[in-house]
């Protein structure tokens, strides 16, 4: 059987593309002690880093809508 992202998640899940994901993070999230809202911002971040050479850089606000959470609490996620 041959194992791919398309069938797995179907042509509708991957309409605005995918983001390769360490599995690492989930797995040292307590050890880093990352709260649910910080390890959600990290994922989101990820999102938008396209190049070593750059840091992403979308904006609080539109973290804050994509989350569901103030921008207060995505910047106290990214502070921590």
């Known amino acids: 059987m041959t194992y791919s992202v398309k069938n797995k998640w179907k042509a509708g899940g991957l309409s605005l593309g995918w983001t390769a994901v360490p599995t690492v993070l989930f797995f040292i999230q307590n050890e880093k002690k990352l709260t649910s809202v910080a390890f959600n911002t990290l994922l989101n971040l990820i ?28 910047q106290r996620a990214i502070n921590d």
Do not use: D
């Open 47 to 74: 999102v938008h880093w396209w190049s070593l050479q750059e840091w992403p850089h979308p904006s609080m606000e539109s973290l804050a809508i994509r989350m569901g959470v103030s921008v207060r609490t995505v």
